[in-house]
């Protein structure tokens, strides 16, 4: 019984950092087309260049850039 409801509970603390990331990523993704080479700060993981339309896209996290 305990066993099920730490799993429910690690269930919920996985959720609420998922949804704490996702907070984060908003306007917070850098993207890098190795296409043309345009970068841009985007909010999804699934855009493409808004400059050539390729989806050959770095994409990383803003957030874990340090600030210095």
Not at 24 to 31: D, E
Not at 32 to 48: G, K, L, M, P, R
Request: proline share 3%; charged share 25%.
């Amino acid at each position: 019984m305990s066993e099920t409801n730490n799993q429910k509970e690690d269930m919920s603390l996985l959720q609420a950092w998922q949804k704490k990331i996702e907070l984060a990523n908003t306007n917070n993704i850098f993207c890098h087309c190795h296409q043309c080479q345009y970068e841009w700060v985007d909010s999804s993981f699934e855009a493409i260049c808004p400059s050539c339309k390729s989806s050959r896209i770095e994409r990383i996290s803003c957030w874990q850039f340090p600030d210095d």
